[in-house]
């Protein structure tokens, strides 16, 4: 669950992983670095693919994708995006062509991904954008979103439980602060009724 620079990658889709980077106070994508660590860990690059290029200005326009996404997803779930919002998404989307994974055989003998060098801000904006154009148009993929019920939490992920009555992004954390919170309130409840 937890990676580098508090990164979570366990929110579904990788565009509501790169929504969850603003999940809470704290600003998790201020440096390329933690930008790096967020498309390697997201599986937008494959682990090893040199990101020459990435500066303060892809952290900028991530950033950007992130706030339009973020808003989109909660005007979705709420009952309906703004038209301007979904033609941002589309721009993104059509701003340039994602790039295309290739095949390689390691020095091992094993098959791993790469991506043709170099990578262009432009086009991994695009991965990130046209998942999201795939989750909101996908009616079944689209019915499991769900926001976390964490008091405080503005998470959002795709909720793929059985009986699809999962309640919260993380049941380790918005979850265990929950069930702490009830207890709490039991035991407070109980000393008051004593005379």
Same mark, same amino acid.
């Given at each position: 669950?937890?990676?580098?620079?508090?990164?979570?990658?366990?929110?579904?889709?990788?565009?509501?992983?790169?929504?969850?980077?603003?999940?809470?106070?704290?600003?998790?994508?201020?440096?390329?670095?933690?930008?790096?660590?967020?498309?390697?860990?997201?599986?937008?690059?494959?682990?090893?693919? !040199? =990101? $020459?290029?990435?500066?303060?200005?892809?952290? *900028?326009?991530?950033? &950007?994708?992130?706030? @339009?996404?973020?808003? #989109? %997803?909660?005007?979705?779930?709420?009952?309906?995006?703004?038209?301007?919002?979904?033609?941002?998404?589309?721009?993104?989307?059509?701003?340039?062509?994602?790039?295309?994974?290739?095949?390689?055989?390691?020095?091992?003998?094993?098959?791993?991904?790469?991506?043709?060098? !170099? =990578? $262009?801000?432009?086009?991994?904006?695009?991965? *990130?954008?046209?998942? &999201?154009?795939?989750? @909101?148009?996908?009616? #079944? %993929?689209?019915?499991?979103?769900?926001?976390?019920?964490?008091?405080?939490?503005?998470?959002?992920?795709?909720?793929?439980?059985?009986?699809?009555?999962?309640?919260?992004?993380?049941?380790?954390?918005?979850?265990?602060?929950?069930?702490?919170?009830?207890?709490?309130?039991?035991?407070?409840?109980?000393?008051?009724?004593?005379?």
């Amino acid at each position: 669950m937890a990676a580098p620079h508090g990164l979570r990658f366990d929110c579904g889709r990788i565009c509501l992983d790169l929504v969850a980077t603003a999940g809470g106070p704290v600003e998790r994508l201020t440096a390329p670095e933690h930008l790096t660590a967020w498309l390697t860990g997201a599986g937008v690059v494959p682990p090893g693919v !040199p =990101l $020459d290029g990435l500066d303060g200005q892809w952290v *900028v326009r991530f950033r &950007a994708l992130r706030e @339009l996404l973020r808003r #989109v %997803v909660l005007d979705e779930l709420q009952g309906r995006a703004a038209d301007a919002d979904l033609e941002l998404l589309n721009a993104a989307v059509g701003a340039a062509q994602p790039p295309a994974v290739r095949i390689v055989r390691a020095a091992d003998g094993t098959l791993s991904r790469t991506l043709p060098a !170099p =990578l $262009d801000c432009a086009a991994l904006l695009a991965a *990130v954008a046209r998942d &999201a154009v795939g989750l @909101l148009t996908d009616d #079944v %993929v689209r019915g499991q979103l769900r926001q976390c019920a964490g008091e405080s939490c503005p998470l959002v992920y795709l909720d793929t439980s059985r009986g699809r009555r999962r309640r919260w992004c993380s049941s380790e954390v918005c979850g265990n602060r929950e069930r702490v919170a009830r207890h709490r309130r039991r035991t407070l409840a109980r000393d008051g009724a004593r005379p």
